[in-house]
């Protein structure tokens, strides 16, 4: 079982940038396939993308191409998710979330899928 810990978020303005990080309190963190969510005030939580537990496969929502990149570093126990050119519409709470076993080349989107959550860090976006 593993704990998730979002760090990284806060006040931006809109056109900057930001590294969200999310660190797993467990050695076999490398094991663990790791998905980015958000959720707006008001809204449904989304998925952003998603890396395989190997850092092979990267998958990103149709809406998420192009200003968000996901990556990983098993040796520090941390997934990562990079926001390019923010805009106030990125304004949301973002999660990071695992889950154990996954297909090979499958895209988990839905957050019925995941088994573990963080807490999640805020991102406010200013224009």
């Known amino acids: 079982q593993v704990q998730l810990v979002e760090s990284g978020g806060g006040l931006v303005q809109a056109g900057g940038s930001l590294r969200l990080s999310c660190a797993g309190s467990?050695?076999?963190?490398?094991?663990?396939?790791i998905g980015w969510f958000r959720q707006a005030p008001g809204k449904e939580r989304e998925s952003i993308g998603a890396?395989?537990?190997?850092?092979?496969?990267?998958f990103y929502a149709d809406s998420a191409k192009g200003r968000f990149t996901i990556s990983r570093d098993d040796a520090k126990n941390t997934a990562y998710l990079q926001i390019h050119s923010l805009k106030p519409e990125d304004t949301a709470v973002y999660y990071c979330?695992?889950?154990?076993?996954?297909?090979?080349?499958?895209?988990?989107?839905?957050?019925?899928?995941?088994?573990?959550w963080g807490q999640g860090t805020q991102v406010t976006v200013s224009s």
């Open positions: 979330a695992g889950r154990v076993t996954s297909e090979s080349g499958h895209y988990y989107s839905q957050t019925y899928e995941y088994q573990y």
């Open positions: 890396i395989n537990w190997s850092g092979s496969s990267i």
């Open positions: 467990t050695g076999t963190f490398r094991g663990y396939y």
